[in-house]
């Protein structure tokens, strides 16, 4: 394949730069210092990204690699709370009406009694 292929969507570093294509990924692991070019996470990412150039590997696969990477040892953000919504008014979304007197359902349209 080809060391200009583009991410998908381009990485940002902590220090501001940009990382758009393979190669601008490839030149900043080969600027790392040699103990954090040693960890782990560094590794795994130039094999990756060695595996998309070479086309034997996904390129999302290079960039989940780099991301990981680049943020390791930083806290993973804490996920937004979602509000639960109670279940009559998921019915209601679909038509059900919710009655006061009673906790069963019935269709909201009216029909004549048979």
């Given at each position: 394949m080809s060391w200009s292929r583009a991410f998908h969507i381009p990485i940002s570093l902590p220090d501001g730069r940009v990382l758009r294509i393979l190669r601008n990924a490839g030149e900043y692991i080969?600027?790392?210092p040699r103990a954090i070019h040693q960890r782990p996470e560094w590794q795994i990412a130039a094999e990756m990204l060695l595996e998309a150039v070479e086309g034997k590997g996904p390129l999302m696969f290079a960039e989940i690699a780099m991301r990981k990477a680049a943020n390791a040892g930083k806290p993973a953000?804490?996920?937004t709370p979602r509000r639960r919504r109670r279940r009559w008014q998921a019915c209601a979304k679909r038509g059900a009406v919710r009655h006061t007197n009673s906790l069963?359902?019935?269709p909201a349209a009216s029909a004549a009694p048979t």
């Open positions: 080969q600027e790392l953000p804490e996920p069963e359902l019935r």
